[in-house]
């Protein structure tokens, strides 16, 4: 698929990422200045992550030498998935084969696409973040 068929291809770098409540509030889960990239490949695959800015490090240098209670914090600060992609036009369909959430591993997370130029955002209607049923809106730059 070229990228006239395709505009998500590419990286795009994370802008905001805010879940918005019934009454038109807003929750940032990773904080207001959050940071990340989602890219999307031609040959159909997409790769996510953010995460919160200022994010505690572990007392060694060591990805897997955490505390519990460091490792608990380090997860809770971003999140990660990746899989191939289905581009439908208002809508993209990212199968997830990996991700931080184990429980999205073989699920199909389904955005809605709005495009702007270099602006694009994702929504998930319906979506279960914090315990609360929430419109998830993620607003991407072109990087680059």
């Not at 959050?34 to 953010?50: E, N, T, W």
């Not at 991700?99 to 209607?125: I, M, Y």
Request: proline residues 3%; hydrophobic residues 35%; aromatic residues 12%.
């Amino acid at each position: 698929m070229s990228n006239l068929q395709n505009p998500l291809i590419g990286t795009w770098q994370l802008t905001s990422w805010f879940n918005e409540l019934e009454d038109g509030s807003k929750i940032y889960p990773l904080g207001s200045n959050a940071s990340g990239y989602i890219s999307y490949s031609a040959d159909g695959f997409v790769f996510v992550h953010m995460n919160a800015a200022d994010r505690d490090l572990y007392a060694v240098n060591d990805p897997f030498g955490g505390s519990s209670s460091e490792d608990s914090a380090a997860i809770k600060s971003q999140i990660s998935y990746a899989g191939p992609y289905e581009y439908r036009r208002e809508q993209v369909i990212h199968r997830v084969t990996a991700s931080s959430c184990p429980n999205w591993v073989g699920s199909e997370q389904v955005r809605n696409v709005r495009l702007d130029g270099d602006t694009l955002e994702l929504s998930a209607a319906g979506a279960v973040f914090q315990g609360k049923t929430v419109t998830a809106r993620v607003l991407w730059q072109r990087a680059g």
